[in-house]
């Protein structure tokens, strides 16, 4: 089992920055892929940025590529999302995962998940 916790959420100004971490405890996740989903008000969660164990792979979503940055300290099992240049439209529920089994992409294939930390950009 894994456990995780996100952190850093909070409300900025359209243009402004955010650091999200994501703290990993119980089985070791420094051999197993991690992402970043979000879950925009009425909308379903989607796919942000996943990271492979090693750091060697990242792919992003187009929404945030350029602007966000994930990476990873496995000797401190946390995970980390940089975000710049906000925009109102990144407002939503931030969530970590882990472990993926298919695509890394879909909600479906990730078994663990943080509760979520709420960002909130003002225009």
């Known amino acids: 089992q894994v456990q995780l916790a996100e952190s850093g959420g909070g409300l900025v100004q359209a243009g402004g920055s955010l650091r999200l971490s994501c703290a990993a405890s119980g089985r070791t996740v420094s051999s197993i892929p991690m992402g970043w989903f979000r879950q925009p008000p009425g909308k379903e969660r989607e796919f942000v940025a996943v990271?492979?164990?090693?750091?060697?792979?990242?792919f992003y979503a187009d929404s945030v590529k350029g602007r966000f940055t994930i990476s990873r300290d496995n000797a401190k099992s946390t995970l980390y999302l940089e975000m710049n240049s906000l925009k109102p439209e990144d407002t939503a529920v931030y969530y970590c995962?882990?472990?993926?089994?298919?695509?890394?992409?879909?909600?479906?294939?990730?078994?663990?998940w943080g509760q979520g930390t709420q960002v909130t950009v003002s225009s």
């Open positions: 995962a882990a472990d993926p089994d298919g695509s890394y992409r879909d909600t479906t294939s990730y078994p663990y």
């Open positions: 990271i492979s164990w090693s750091g060697g792979s990242i």
